[in-house]
């Protein structure tokens, strides 16, 4: 057997604690005797200082003998710190080693602990370390994911915006007309194509072009609820999709202003380029199942239908063509039913 | 290269110089984006032409840019966390230069596919110490001089250092300690400030 005095013990277990037969302290490792602080509880029962939670029915030397060699969990009286160790028969008492477990990061805190207090075998401060580093890396982690999310944000933004007006793109719309059906809100669709767009741009260069289509984005962006969808979808074609709104007159009202807002001539270094706009529409409520390709391919027959009747005008889709709506009839709708 | 290296001399140079600097140090080295990310892996050739951008925009020799970025490794208070999982290493100083032989270790612990130099520590007695360190960059031995500087007056220490050449492919750093308790050094707890 190996006989240890208090100092070689203190720097093998600073957490040791040597009880006498009848449980008497006399022996306490210096890390343990600065948790419990105040005055060196030699000669103190040992169960005034810690409880035994675990094993059940601890309380007192006979039990704890009866436990040797069995993982202990203690509590400390003076504040509830839990511990846990061992113990093990010597001759004449116990020798207990104490370790504080996983709630090694509260206790290096609440009895600010340096590395002295521990043994050199002990791996507290590795453990400390490794929780540093764990934060760390995850504050990193936490700051690439905010970069991230700031990137797709904008990423996602110019993926459905148009470059040249800001409007909105064809994938915007090929995602908005879905979305509008499966959540069963009724919406009117215009397709418009610009009348005279061509000639301006023949004419007065593509300079004048652009100016032209971003001075459109502006008017049909005024013309519009901020609910609605505006969209660039080629050249000079405009698809505007309006949820909530399934009524007629509503509909050809907004679409007579958009034409009376782009046949104003557009001003581009002092030259007047004057166009105008054909329109077609169409209303989810007019299909038993309405499909985004359908009511786009109808949307865009109406236009071509204005387009055919000599520009500046909107009409509703018909599968009959009796539905015409032109500015001299002014407001009064053509729709089929209700003309 | 790893990210964090990347990164650590990105944040080196816009702290000490400026955000305006590192931009056209970026930009000099050809980089294409303007932000290294910690956690991404690069090649190797971008880390070697911002080092190479840097001193040249900043007309300072490379070793003198290399030592300046170990000095601001733990001196800076943007990087205070590194400071302390170095002094995790010891009580001391020369508990600390022994500990720099495991810093590849502790540097997996925390990212495994982080690339750390290999550290080898001879003590040649009466303070002197040799430190040989691989080269996972030529001139890695000035960042490790200017580290050890700065970490020496961390812990109070009194120390001449000096970058002693390459030998059989290894920088050589050499280490006088003249005096482990000249000044009484920065504070260190182990327990996480502010958590």
């Known amino acids: ?49 810690f409880s035994v939670r675990r094993p059940a029915g601890i309380t007192g030397m006979a039990q704890l003998r009866a436990r040797a060699g069995q993982r202990l969990q203690l509590t400390l009286r003076i504040d509830g710190g839990n511990l846990r160790g061992l113990a093990m028969a010597t001759d004449g008492g116990m020798l207990i080693n104490l370790s504080f477990g996983i ?16 043994a050199v075998t002990d791996l507290a401060v590795e453990m400390l370390y490794l929780v540093e580093v764990k934060t760390a890396v995850m504050q990193e982690l936490r700051r690439v994911n905010l970069r991230l999310e700031g990137a797709k944000t904008v990423a996602e933004e110019q993926a459905i915006t148009d470059a040249l007006t800001g409007l909105r793109n064809r994938r915007a719309l090929e995602l908005r007309l879905p979305q509008l059906i499966a959540q069963g809100i009724d919406f009117g669709l215009m397709h418009i194509d610009l009348d005279y767009f061509k000639q301006v741009n023949d004419t007065f260069g593509h300079a004048a072009g652009d100016t032209v ?21 080629g050249g000079d074609e405009f698809v505007v999709v309006l949820p909530g709104l399934s009524d007629t007159a509503r509909l050809a009202q907004i679409a007579q202003r958009i034409i009376d807002r782009l046949s104003t001539p557009i001003n581009f270094e002092g030259q007047r380029c004057a166009i105008s706009a054909s329109i077609g529409l169409t209303i989810s409520t007019r299909y038993a199942a309405p499909e985004p390709e359908r009511m786009l391919s109808d949307a865009d027959a109406a236009l071509y239908a204005s387009k055919h009747a000599g520009r500046a005008q909107a009409q509703f889709h018909q599968p009959t063509d009796s539905a015409r ?3 001299a009839d002014g407001i009064a709708v053509a729709d089929g039913r209700r003309a | 290269m790893h990210g964090l290296i990347n990164r650590s001399i990105q944040c080196f140079l816009r702290d000490t110089y400026g955000a305006c600097a590192w931009q056209s140090i970026a930009s000099a080295a050809g980089l294409g984006f303007d932000n290294f990310e910690p956690l991404l892996r690069y090649d190797d050739g971008l880390t070697h032409a911002v080092v190479a951008a840097a001193a040249k925009q900043l007309a300072r020799s490379r070793e003198t840019v290399l030592e300046d970025l170990g000095t601001y490794l733990v001196s800076h208070p943007n990087l205070e966390g ?50 040989r360190v691989s080269q996972l960059v030529p001139g890695i031995g000035h960042v490790v001089v200017g580290l050890l500087r700065a970490m020496a007056d961390d812990y109070g220490a009194l120390v001449l250092l000096d970058h002693g050449g390459i030998d059989d492919g290894r920088e050589v750093v050499t280490v006088h300690l003249l005096d482990h308790a000249h000044s009484a050094g920065r504070r260190f707890e182990l327990a996480m400030p502010g958590g």
Request: charged letters at 25%; aromatic letters at 8%.
């Open chain 1, 1 to 49: 057997m190996v006989g240890l005095d208090h100092a070689s013990l203190s720097r093998l277990m600073p957490m040791y604690l040597a009880l006498n037969d009848d449980g008497r302290i006399t022996g306490i490792g210096p890390t343990l005797a600065k948790i419990i602080g105040g005055q060196v509880p030699l000669g103190q029962d040992f169960f005034r200082h």
């Open chain 1, 103 to 118: 709630g090694i990061i509260e206790a290096v805190r609440q009895y600010s602990l340096t590395d002295s207090d521990f």
């Open chain 1, 213 to 233: 289509l971003r001075e459109v984005a502006k008017s049909l962006t005024i013309e519009t609820r901020a609910s609605d969808l505006v969209a660039r979808i």
């Open chain 1, 325 to 327: 709506l032109s500015s």
């Open chain 2, 82 to 131: 590194l400071r302390r999982l170095l002094r995790f290493g010891g009580v001391n100083f020369v508990e600390f230069l022994h500990s720099m032989e495991d810093l590849p270790e502790h540097g997996r612990l925390g990212l495994p596919d982080l690339d750390v130099p290999e550290f080898a520590l001879e003590d040649l007695s009466d303070g002197r110490f040799l430190l």
